[in-house]
């Protein structure tokens, strides 16, 4: 894929570690109706707003992130003979808020992946948004935010619980198969076989926000958004875009 100009974008947000623990189920343990997991392999990952820095990197863009110290571990034991999470285990400790100054430089979008785990207060994205030049994207998992001059994107679930008590006219809602709402158009998902939907929104929002700054539209950049989160979860695991993903979505 080739560019004129490499996009630099500053990214904030809450990050975890990653563990993936595979291995076969074969019998229920006889103490409790639960599978009993044979270990064969580990796989460690950093998550959450790492996960969208190395999806923003997969299209070129060069990322500087802002992300708490503390470690939130996030363990995955997947049966891989079934190709199904058995269960997830969650070291989740509320984070410190972020603190200090913001790395200088131009950036050409901000953007913000909040899991809403301590790091990044109400008060602090607003302050984020307010004094940023430039486009903003927003991924919550609040259910509540003041009227903000940016692209706020939420799934279905997470705008079912929102307590909005102001009309975002930049909100996107993504809504699994079915695609994603904009400005009551719903633009259509790509119709793929689902293995895992982790870090889909994730991929989403790297995707929503390269192309928004290639073309200059979110209308033109959510199709491709899509493209972007069909191959994700069309893989297991939480899943990097390839090359020969980029070029596809590009197509």
């Keep these: 894929m080739q560019q004129q100009k490499q996009l630099k974008v500053l990214l904030i947000g ?5 563990e993936y ?3 076969t189920c074969e019998r229920l343990n006889p103490e409790a109706p639960v599978p009993i997991l044979k270990l064969n ?4 990952k950093k998550g959450m707003a790492w996960n969208v820095r190395e999806n923003l990197m997969s299209f070129g863009m060069e990322v500087c992130i802002v992300t708490n110290e503390e470690t939130i571990i996030k363990t995955r034991y997947i049966d891989e003979k079934h190709n199904q999470q058995i269960l997830r285990v969650d070291s989740d400790p509320i984070l410190n808020s972020m603190q200090g100054e913001l790395p200088e430089g131009r950036y050409d979008a901000l953007v913000i992946s909040d ?5 990044l207060t109400t008060e602090k994205i607003s302050d984020l948004v307010n004094s940023f030049d430039g486009p903003v994207f927003i991924d919550t998992k609040k259910n509540q935010l003041p009227e903000l001059n940016a692209y706020i994107k939420v799934n279905e679930h997470e705008w079912s619980n929102f307590k909005c008590s102001v009309l975002f006219n930049k909100l996107i809602i993504t809504k699994g198969g079915k695609g994603a709402w904009y400005k009551d158009e719903l633009y259509p998902a790509e119709k793929v076989n689902v293995f895992d939907v982790v870090g889909a929104g994730d991929t989403f929002l790297s995707a929503l926000v390269y192309f928004y700054l290639k073309y200059g539209t979110i209308e033109y950049a ?5 493209k972007a989160a069909a191959i ?16 596809e979505i590009c197509d």
């Design 222 to 226: 959510i199709p491709y958004a899509n």
């Design 21 to 23: 623990v595979y291995g």
């Design 14 to 18: 809450d990050s975890c570690t990653d």
């Design 232 to 247: 994700a979860v069309s893989n297991f695991g939480t899943y990097i875009l390839s090359e020969e993903d980029v070029n």
């Design 115 to 119: 899991y809403n785990k301590g790091f």
């Design 41 to 44: 392999r580990k796989e460690t």
